[in-house]
Each structure stands twice: as structure tokens, then as C-alpha cells.
């Protein structure tokens, strides 16, 4: 058994970046954005680990999601993906002046190369941590695989020189499962009744909500409200009543505004309104959280503490678009958020970083937590790491959407998806013409992802994709 390490050392080598279009089978309706195809861009690293004879390569992966990290009106959805493979170019040239030295080490020469001219809720912030997560989180990839461990192995060992309050916070396994919180997007039809033939798809996965819950026994919600109290109000209503027809007696709902509240007013008047009606409490009783109701610039606005204090007494507050850096999560707190969201895009050593913080305010008798949201993760890369972080960090449930609006493992050249499936038989299964996710309960089975590399035991097809 090996001991707990200060960090191995590694000296950045190489770097480079690819992409494929991936399209969806259902139109995703965010915020103010409906997502219909992205880039899926991969970044390749080569690295000298300390201990390794032989330089080690890593890799990660995330979809290029339109109008989520950049939500200016003046910019195109093409402007936006420009943008994040600009930002992962920056971060892959800041990485190869940094001297050698830890995982961590090195990702805070990135971030203090990129981050430091922005202003504080600048939009590209949230770019700039794309890119660096990507650095980031193929660095570790590279590591696990150089030392032949597991990403929890190298979490309980420190090889990636976190410290001894990230090591000490964290759980003694990692979990085996983990349970679905299902997107519902703006645009989704509920009932079968509601789709016309121009909607149908015959690829052998539900489409509905009522054919979700049905198919992959799902307990666990995210809803997408809009902005607009009227037309939220229905819309959850609409969406209780669904649940309360088709779902197990105990099923829960997270809701995510998406930064469309710009009226904390409205939004106050939306929950009296939801509890005015016995289905509007029902489904306030069932509330989880309610994630990112402000525009990021207006998170930290001390004139909207007062109502969001107000809105804390209502439902916990989470934080997302507005965690911008490695700060924003203490600064949310005295206003009124006891959440923050974790998303590989972000960077996995802030979340780590976050856990320690949460669970240390937890022993103080304070509220805190983190919950895991998804940007579209889809497999490999980007879901498998994801969910790596998820299973390290002891996080029971989260977010996942891209079985949904992805037609399983459609997406991946043919070779590589048999290969996915015959690495992580727990987690991905046949379906009419292809394969996807195994739902089961609600649930996704990860234990296969505690293998060595960072989570995932298959091959990559990197020359596959096309330079970026």
C-alpha cells in the first residue's frame, strides 16, 4: 500500500486540440438559447511524470455549449465556440511556460497567466476556466496513467499536490452508483400526447417526460424555468402533474434559471404563486435547490442581498454561471447562497477545493453544499471524467442530460463506442441500432470508472477527430 505523497512533479511537453460536430436527437431549450448541434473539442497532452520512465499521455474533452459561458447579446453562437477554442489554445500556450511542479502548481501558473487581466464577472472568465480545465483536467489524466492508478487513488495519495484539507475532507471509497437528476428543458414535450410526427424519433429512447420516468425509473428532477412567472408557473405545474402521475411517491426537483431572473420580485411572486395551489406546494415541499436565478453580474450586487436572503428562506440557493473563479463561492455566501455547482468545465481542483470548504462549514454547524450539474457531457471524455469527479467527491446524485438530447454513443466513431461499451459494461448497454447510457432505478452503476487513468479504461480515437 502506498503512502500519502506531497506530489509528483511533471514538466509539460505537448498539446494539442481536435473536434467533431455532434448533433442532437431533441432540441435542448436553455435559458435563452435552444441547442441543436456543437463541436465536441478534445485536448491531447504529453507530459514528464516524475517516477515515469517514459512520457505519459492525457486527455479530456467538453462540448463547445453555445451561450452558456458568453451569454452577450452581441455575440453568435459561432462567436461563442471561437471563443472557447481560443480560450483552450491560451491555456495550453500558458502551460507550456510552466516550470515543473505539481498538478496543482501547474494549473495555478495557467490560471494566474490567463485569469489575472479580467475583471472579476467579466464573460470571459468563465472562458478562460474552460480552457484551463481542460489543461487541468488532461494533466491528471496523463498522471493516473503514467502511475497506472485510479483518479481516487490519486485523490488518497495527493499525487496531484491538493494539500492535506482537500485529502482529509474527502470519502474513504468511492461511490458504486450514482442516481440520475433528469433535465427537463423549455422545449421538451411532458406527454406523448404533446409530440406531433415532426417531433417523433424512432431510435429506441423515450422522448417524453412520461416515457423518461417510465424507461429509466427516474425519482430525481432539474427543471429549466425561463424568466417569465407566468409562463414558469404553467410549465411547472404542467410538469407536476406529469410527475405525480408517472413518478415513484418520493421524487425530488432541483430548478435552474439559467442567470433569467433578472427581477428577484418576479421570482419571489412565482414561488407564492406555485403556493397558492396544492400542486404548487407539493412541488415546493419537493424543492432541492434553486440554482443561478441572477445574471452572473448581479450575483454579488450587495443591493440584491436583501431579496435573495428573502429567497433563501425559501429554497437554497446554488450558485453557477457566477462561479467564475476560485473565489466566488466565499463571496456568494454572505448573500445568501449555501450552494455551488460542480461541472468539470470549471475546473476539478476548484471543486475539490469546494468540497473541502463545504464539508468544513458543515462541522461549524453552517449550511453548505455543492451539487452536480451538467453541461452536456457526453461520453466519452467528457462524461466519464465528470462522473469521476462525482464518484471521488461522494456526490449521490446529479444532473444528466446528454443521453437525452444525444442519441446514446451515436456520436463516437463506431470502434470507439464498442470499445466504451466493453470497457464500462456497468454503465453503457445496446439499444435499437446502437448504445447508450444504462439507466437502472434512476441510477447509473460506476463502479468501472475506478480504473487506472481518469475514468475511463477505453481507447480514444484522438487522430479520429479533425484539428481545432
Not at 19 to 24: A, G, L, N, R, Y
Not at 92 to 99: D, I, L, N, V
Request: hydrophobic letters at 40%; aromatic letters at 6%; proline letters at 6%.
Amino acid at each position: 500500500m502506498h503512502g500519502r505523497e506531497n506530489g509528483r512533479r511533471v514538466e509539460f511537453r505537448t498539446y494539442e486540440l481536435r473536434q467533431s460536430v455532434c448533433h442532437t436527437r431533441l432540441p435542448f431549450r436553455f435559458g435563452a438559447v435552444t441547442m441543436t448541434q456543437a463541436p465536441l473539442l478534445m485536448a491531447r497532452v504529453e507530459l514528464q511524470v516524475e517516477g515515469s520512465a517514459d512520457p505519459a499521455v492525457g486527455m479530456s474533452g467538453d462540448l463547445l455549449v453555445p451561450r452558456w459561458f458568453d451569454k452577450s447579446a452581441d455575440k453568435s453562437v459561432d462567436d461563442n465556440q471561437r471563443d472557447l477554442i481560443a480560450a483552450a489554445r491560451a491555456a495550453g500556450e500558458a502551460a507550456r511556460s510552466a516550470p515543473p511542479g505539481t498538478v496543482r502548481q501547474l494549473v495555478d501558473h495557467v490560471t494566474a497567466h490567463i485569469l489575472a487581466p479580467s475583471a472579476p464577472l467579466a464573460p470571459e472568465r468563465l472562458l478562460h476556466n474552460f480552457g484551463i480545465a481542460l489543461v487541468e483536467r488532461a494533466a491528471i489524466d496523463a498522471v493516473t496513467r503514467a502511475l497506472g492508478i485510479s483518479f481516487f487513488t490519486a485523490l488518497e495519495r495527493d499525487v496531484l499536490g491538493l494539500g492535506e484539507r482537500v485529502v482529509r475532507s474527502l470519502p474513504d471509497r468511492p461511490l458504486a452508483h450514482v442516481e440520475v437528476r433528469h433535465t427537463v428543458g423549455m422545449a421538451d414535450p411532458l406527454r406523448a400526447s404533446d409530440m406531433d410526427g415532426t417531433h417523433r424519433r424512432d431510435d429506441g429512447l423515450p422522448q417524453c417526460l412520461e416515457d423518461d420516468v417510465r424507461t429509466y425509473g427516474l425519482r430525481l428532477f432539474k427543471i429549466k424555468v425561463g424568466g417569465d412567472r407566468a409562463v414558469d408557473l404553467d410549465r411547472l405545474l404542467a410538469v407536476h402533474r406529469v410527475l405525480a402521475d408517472t413518478a415513484s411517491a418520493d421524487w425530488q426537483c432541483s430548478l435552474d434559471a439559467n442567470e433569467q431572473y433578472v427581477d428577484l420580485d418576479a421570482l419571489a411572486g412565482l414561488f407564492d404563486d406555485l403556493g397558492a395551489s396544492a400542486e404548487g406546494r407539493d412541488l415546493l415541499a419537493r424543492l432541492l435547490h434553486l440554482e443561478q436565478p441572477l445574471p452572473r453580474q448581479k450575483t454579488f450586487d450587495p443591493g440584491c442581498a436583501p431579496a435573495l436572503r428573502r429567497l433563501a428562506q425559501k429554497v437554497p440557493l446554488l450558485i453557477d454561471e457566477a462561479d467564475v473563479d476560485a473565489t466566488a463561492f466565499t463571496a456568494a455566501r454572505p448573500l445568501g447562497y449555501t450552494g455551488v455547482s460542480v461541472k468539470n468545465c470549471k475546473g476539478v481542483i476548484r471543486a475539490l477545493d469546494n468540497h473541502a470548504t463545504c464539508t468544513e462549514l458543515r462541522a461549524q454547524g453552517v449550511a453548505a453544499f455543492q451539487s452536480a450539474e451538467d453541461l452536456t457531457n457526453l461520453p466519452v471524455l467528457p462524461l466519464q471524467q465528470d462522473l469521476a469527479t462525482i464518484q471521488a467527491l461522494g456526490l449521490t446524485h446529479a444532473e444528466r442530460n446528454g443521453h437525452h438530447y444525444f442519441a446514446g454513443l451515436d456520436h463516437l466513431p463506431p470502434h470507439e463506442a464498442a470499445a466504451a461499451v466493453a470497457a464500462h459494461s456497468d454503465l453503457y448497454g445496446p439499444r435499437r441500432g446502437g448504445f447508450a447510457l444504462r439507466i437502472r432505478h434512476g441510477r447509473l452503476a460506476i463502479g468501472s470508472l475506478t480504473c487506472p487513468g481518469y475514468g475511463y479504461a477505453c481507447a480514444v480515437d484522438f487522430a479520429a477527430r479533425s484539428p481545432a
